[in-house]
């Protein structure tokens, strides 16, 4: 017996190392390639940081493409959130008519085609001038990501015993405070893990951003892709590479600070719906 544990520790131990082998060398590459000399880069003697420099300086340079970013990843992240959190909430704890087909309805837009919402969605932004702008797309983002978080936070308030909250209103809390004060403590990984979720498709985002921003206002994955493609079609696989690690870094950072708050939220949300 302990002979058959020992070998499915080793095999499990294996398995979970090639695939963090696996999935870290595109990246490992990434980095490798950003500071090691090539023909036609910035850096074409020896290594150093010289696309990087020509990636900061690209266009109207990288401060202004990153406050793009934030401003789209971090509105839609907020706005989410409070979605979420007041959307499950009502989901998981009050009782109307309607309730389940309703939570279907919300659920059902996650079932249509990512492509098939813009073209109408492009409409509708310039019909209430939120077109080439920052707060549209995220706006735009917060539509997408609003189903699956409003049913991770219902699985979230729904693990929440009912006497926490009835001893909240025994103690002289409304219904405000008894969700503002108690429940969204009780449900702070299953916040994070919607935030989290929500920034990182925000700041990956290409598609929403493409359609409805200018030049001027792209965030860092369409303005990685304009630098791409320069001069006569020329590729600058130096710069763009370099792009590609400051586009991930902020991911992963999150990732490792955030991590356990992660998979508590998904834990929580798979116990009970």
Known sequence: MKRSNAAGRSAAYTLTTVMAVVFMLPLVWAVVSSVSPS?????????????????????LGFPAYLKNSLVVSIGATVVTIVIAATGGYAFARFRFRGRNALFVLVLSVMMIPYAALLIPLLVWMKDIHLQNSLIGV????????????????????????????????????????????????????????????????AWND???????????????????????????????????????????LPAIVLFLALQRYYIRGFTSGAVKG
């Open 39 to 59: 023909p036609g880069t910035a850096q074409t003697d020896g290594f150093g940081f010289g696309n990087y420099t020509t990636m900061f300086h690209y266009g």
């Open 206 to 248: 290409f598609m929403v951003s493409l359609y409805l921003l200018s030049t001027e206002k792209a965030p860092l994955p369409l303005a990685l892709v304009n630098m791409r493609q320069q001069t006569m079609g020329v590729i600058d696989y130096g710069s763009t590479t370099a792009g590609v690690v400051v586009l991930t």
């Open 138 to 201: 995220a706006l735009v983002l917060t539509l997408f990501q609003v189903p699956f978080s409003i049913f991770m936070m219902r699985n979230s308030f729904a693990t929440i015993p009912r006497e926490l909250e009835e001893a909240a209103y025994i103690d002289g809390c409304n219904s405000f405070q008894a969700f503002y004060r108690i429940m969204l403590p009780a449900v702070r990984p299953g916040i994070v893990t919607v935030g989290l979720f929500t920034y990182l498709a």
